[in-house]
C-alpha cells in the first residue's frame, strides 16, 4: 500500500522566517510528487516533480525531489500571513489508473 | 476558466439519513474523482470515474455509498445510511485526461453527521 507521510505536522512561524516542509513516501512505482496547498477547503496544485535534484521554483516556494532516499521537500522563503495554510503532499503511481494517495499534511501559520 | 463546482457547501444531518453531493467538473474534463477528507487528515480517494464509467471504486464503502456520472459530466455522491465517522468535507475534484497528473479541486462539501 503506498503511504505519505509529513512532517512536521503543525508549524508556527513569524513573518520574514523561512520554512521547510518534509515529505517521505513510499510507493510501488512512483511517477510523481505533489504539493497542494489547502486554504479553507479546496487543495490549489502548487508543483508537480518527477524527477530528483530539479528545483521547482514560482515566487517564494520551491521544492526539490530525492527518489533515491524518497522524500521532498518544499521551501517557503520570507514567508508571509498568507501562506497559512495546510500543504499537503501526493504520490502518484505509475499504473493505470491516477491514484493521489495524500500524506496527512503540514498545517502552517506564520504570525504578523 | 470556471473551476470545479460542488454543492451544497455545507450540510448538517443526523446519523441514519441519506445525503447527497453534487459536482461538476471543469468544462471538457474526462477524469471525476471523489475524495473523503476528515478533519486532520489528507484527502482519500473514494472513486474516480472516466466519462461516465467508474475506473476506481476501491476504496469506496459501498454498502452506504454510491455514486454516479451518467452523463460523464456533473457526478453524484450518495451515503446512505450517514454515519458519525462520515463526518468529513467531501472533495471533488477533475482531470483533462485520465493520465493527467494535475487534479483541479473543488471547495467541497462539509458534512456534519450528529
Known amino acids: 500500500e503506498d503511504k505519505v507521510v509529513q512532517s512536521p505536522l503543525s508549524l508556527v512561524v513569524h513573518e520574514g522566517d523561512t520554512v521547510t516542509l518534509n515529505c517521505s513516501y513510499e510507493?510501488?512505482?512512483?511517477?510523481?510528487l505533489l504539493w497542494y496547498k489547502q486554504e479553507k477547503k479546496a487543495p490549489t496544485f502548487l508543483f508537480m516533480l518527477?524527477?530528483?535534484?530539479i528545483e521547482k521554483k514560482s515566487g517564494r516556494l520551491s521544492s526539490i525531489l530525492d527518489k533515491k532516499e524518497l522524500f521532498s521537500i518544499l521551501n517557503i522563503t520570507a514567508t508571509q500571513t498568507g501562506d497559512s495554510a495546510i500543504y499537503l503532499c501526493?504520490?502518484?503511481?505509475?499504473?493505470?489508473?491516477?491514484?493521489?494517495?495524500f500524506g496527512g499534511g503540514t498545517r502552517l501559520m506564520v504570525k504578523p | 476558466e470556471a473551476g470545479v463546482a460542488q454543492s451544497p457547501r455545507y450540510k448538517i444531518i443526523e446519523k441514519r439519513q441519506s445525503v447527497a453531493f453534487w459536482c461538476n467538473p471543469i468544462s471538457g474534463h474526462a477524469t471525476l474523482y471523489w475524495y473523503q477528507q476528515i478533519l486532520g487528515q489528507g484527502p482519500k480517494l473514494l472513486i474516480q470515474?472516466?466519462?461516465?464509467?467508474?475506473?476506481?471504486d476501491s476504496q469506496l464503502p459501498k454498502d452506504r455509498f454510491s455514486a454516479e456520472r451518467l452523463k460523464g459530466v456533473d457526478s453524484t455522491l450518495k451515503i446512505q445510511p450517514a454515519k458519525l465517522e462520515d463526518s468529513a468535507v467531501y472533495l471533488c475534484a477533475s482531470s483533462l485526461v485520465r493520465h493527467s497528473d494535475t487534479q483541479y479541486f473543488g471547495p467541497g462539501t462539509r458534512l456534519t453527521v450528529l
Open positions: 518527477t524527477s530528483s535534484g
Open positions: 510507493v510501488t512505482n512512483f511517477r510523481s
Open positions: 470515474f472516466q466519462n461516465n464509467g467508474v475506473v476506481d
Open positions: 501526493a504520490v502518484l503511481p505509475n499504473n493505470a489508473g491516477n491514484m493521489l494517495t
